[in-house]
């Protein structure tokens, strides 16, 4: 039995690696320890502990250089970053069906934590830095957000998320709703079509009612003359 937990994520960490396009941010034991915790606070706090695992790897990680390390630490970061915002997720849903949540004021001091860590792991010179810089700047700006939003009260926070659900509803209104074009075509649809002019040979100006025309015979011909 391994004596740290962060040990034996590394390792779940590296047996899933040959699976690394399904792209999962959490182990199937985090995944079965979620759907037992079906209360927001309840998987708020879940979500914070798998952070702080991730990050407590990264230490491991940053803490000796090895051969093939970078490709751990960028997984690992962009898993911790997906966790942020599951975590983000979890609040503004449950606000937004009216759900209890209690724990922002301890999320918001977890993440000030953890992000603390990861500037430092940021200050690291490494030759291999290049590899995970994007993933890790992504992270701290990630959890910067996170941790700003969790600092909210939980009613301004509602507002934010009940407006924020308001301005989605219009977007979607307005893009199923007809445009001024399509309106116009559906009226020249519904407009009877002009009738179509009967081909014919007559010339300009005559009927099928005139009769032949007749010739006087009684005047001279002029050519004769």
């Given amino acids: 039995m391994l004596r740290f937990p962060f040990l034996a994520l ?7 690696a040959p699976a690394a396009a399904q792209r999962d941010f959490l182990t199937a034991d985090e995944v079965d320890q979620l759907r037992e915790a079906q209360a927001p606070d309840d998987r708020l706090n879940m979500y914070v ?3 702080r695992q991730r990050v407590d790897l990264l230490g491991q990680l940053f803490a000796k250089e090895k051969t093939g390390r970078s490709l751990i630490i960028h997984d690992t970061l962009d898993q911790y970053t997906k966790i942020i915002e599951a975590i983000d997720t979890v609040v503004d849903d449950a606000l937004a ?9 301890h999320i918001a001091k ?12 940021s200050q690291i010179q490494a030759p291999d830095a290049e590899r995970y810089r994007f993933s890790l700047d992504q992270a701290i700006d990630t959890t910067k ?10 009613d301004e926070r509602t507002r ?13 209104e307005a893009m199923s709703a007809p445009s001024k074009d399509d309106k116009q075509q559906a009226e020249a649809d519904k407009k009877p079509a002009a009738p179509k002019k009967k081909a014919t040979l007559l010339k300009k100006g005559e009927t099928l009612d005139e009769g032949p025309v007749q010739v006087d015979s009684d005047k001279p011909d002029k050519k004769k003359e």
């Fill in 145 to 154: 957000d996170s941790a700003d939003a969790s600092e909210v009260s939980v």
């Fill in 160 to 172: 934010e998320v009940e407006a924020n659900e308001k301005r989605i509803e219009k977007e979607r």
């Fill in 10 to 16: 590394f390792f779940a960490l590296l047996g899933a």
């Fill in 97 to 105: 069906r009216k759900r209890p949540v209690t724990t922002l004021p």
């Fill in 110 to 121: 977890e993440e000030r934590e953890l992000l603390g860590k990861l500037e430092k792991f």
């Fill in 49 to 51: 502990l798998f952070a």
